[in-house]
C-alpha cells in the first residue's frame, strides 16, 4: 500500500482497514423495495441513531438550522437516539456548523475520510489519497473527456481548498490557488474535485468511474462537485466506523440525505429518507420522501417518528445559528464542503 493511503502519523489512533459499504437490506436481511413509500410510519422505537447529511438536507439554503430541526433532533436525542452528521465536509467546513448546533458528538467527515470528535477536535481516524493513484485516474479521466479544473483537500483537521487554473473564475476567501497543476499534489491529500467546462456532472462522474476501475471511490456529491477518494470510503463506512464504537447497528438507523453521495448511507441503514428536494438517484432508492430542506423535512420526519408534533406543525422559530460561512472559507458547495 503506497504511504499516502495511509492516515497522518500524528492522528491519535490508526484507521482500521475498509470494507465496501453493504448491500441494500431491511432490518431482517432481504432486499429492500427501492423506491417504495412506507405504508405506515416506521416504528421509531428501534432508531439509536439519527444520521443526517447537512447541505441539502439538515441545513437550509443560507446555511443554518432552523429552531424546528433543532427542536426535532432534541426530541430524538431525548428518546434514546444519537444525531450523527454524516457530511462531505472537511473537518474546517463543518466544524462551525457543529460549534454553532451546540455538537459535541462524533461526526462523519470529508465523505467518510475523517472519523471526528467534534467534543475533543480529534480525528479519531483519517484517510488519505494516494497521489499517484489520483493522478492516474484524472489523467484517464481526460484522456476520455478532455482537460479537466482540478481541485484537493489536503488532510488534516486544519486541511485546505486548493484550486488548480480555471477551476473557479472567482476564487474565495481561504482557498489556495495555484498556477501549477502539479502543486496540487505537493502533499498529502483527501479528495480531488473534478470540473469540466461544458460536459454535466453525470458525464464527468461516469468517465471518473471508469478511470478509476476499482482503484479509487468516485462520488457526486452536488453541483460541479464530482470527487475522487480513496477507495472503499464512503459515507457508509465512516458511519460503520461510528457505529462500533458508539454501538448501535445498521438495522437502528434511521438516515436523512438529498445526493448520490448519501446512496451508500442509505444502503447501510435500515431506513433511508430522501428530501423533496433530493436527485433523481437518490429518490428512486428511499424508504420515505421528506418535505424538502427548506420546508425542515428532517424535522418533519423526526417529530413524527419520535413522537413530537405531526410533521409540519411545530412552527417555525427562523434560524438558530449566526452565519457560519462568516468564519470558513470552505463552507460553500463549490469549495468542495458540499455533503
Known amino acids: 500500500m503506497a ?39 416506521h416504528p421509531g422505537g428501534r432508531f439509536r441513531a439519527v444520521a443526517t447529511d447537512l447541505d441539502g438536507t439538515l441545513l437550509r439554503g443560507d446555511l443554518t438550522v432552523s429552531e424546528r430541526s433543532r427542536r426535532a ?19 474546517p467546513g463543518c466544524r462551525p456548523i457543529l460549534d454553532a448546533l451546540g455538537y459535541r458528538g462524533l461526526a462523519v467527515c470529508g465523505q467518510g475520510t475523517q472519523l471526528y470528535d ?9 484517510y488519505t489519497l494516494d497521489r499517484e ?9 481526460a484522456a476520455e473527456l ?29 482557498w489556495g490557488v495555484v498556477e501549477d497543476p502539479e502543486e496540487l499534489w505537493s502533499g498529502p491529500i483527501e479528495k480531488v474535485l473534478l470540473r ?15 478511470a478509476a476501475g476499482g482503484e479509487a471511490t468516485v462520488t457526486h456529491a452536488g453541483e460541479r462537485l464530482v470527487e475522487i477518494l480513496p477507495a472503499g470510503v464512503t459515507k457508509a463506512s465512516g458511519l460503520r466506523l461510528a457505529a462500533e464504537r458508539l454501538g448501535f447497528r445498521p438495522e437502528e438507523t434511521i438516515a436523512f440525505g ?14 433511508g429518507v430522501a428530501m423533496a428536494n433530493a436527485h433523481p438517484s437518490l ?18 420526519v423526526l417529530e413524527r417518528v419520535f413522537g413530537g408534533a405531526p410533521g409540519g406543525a411545530a412552527p417555525v422559530a427562523g434560524p438558530a445559528t449566526a452565519d457560519p460561512a462568516a468564519d470558513s472559507p470552505l463552507l460553500s458547495p463549490a469549495s468542495g464542503g458540499h455533503p
Open 3 to 41: 504511504a499516502d493511503s495511509h492516515p497522518p502519523a500524528s492522528l491519535p489512533t490508526t484507521a482500521p482497514v475498509l470494507t465496501p459499504p453493504l448491500p441494500p437490506a431491511t432490518a431482517d436481511g432481504r432486499p429492500r423495495p427501492h423506491g417504495s413509500q412506507p405504508a405506515r410510519p
Open 73 to 91: 433532533l432534541g426530541l430524538a436525542v431525548r428518546a434514546g437516539a444519537r444525531h450523527i452528521v454524516v457530511t462531505g465536509r472537511p473537518v
Open 118 to 126: 467534534a467534543g475533543t477536535h480529534r480525528l479519531l481516524a483519517a
Open 133 to 141: 493513484v489520483a493522478r492516474a485516474v484524472v489523467a484517464r479521466t
Open 146 to 174: 478532455g482537460p479537466l479544473q482540478l481541485a484537493v483537500v489536503t488532510a488534516g483537521l486544519d486541511g485546505r481548498f486548493v484550486v488548480g487554473p480555471g477551476f473557479d473564475r472567482r476564487p474565495r476567501r481561504g
Open 196 to 210: 469540466h467546462p461544458t460536459l454535466p456532472d453525470a458525464a464527468i462522474a461516469a468517465a471518473a468511474e471508469r
Open 258 to 271: 438529498d445526493m448520490p453521495n448519501d446512496l451508500p448511507m442509505f444502503e447501510w441503514a435500515g431506513y
Open 283 to 300: 429518490l428512486a432508492v428511499a424508504d420515505e420522501i421528506a418535505p424538502g430542506n427548506e420546508e425542515d423535512g428532517v424535522a418533519a
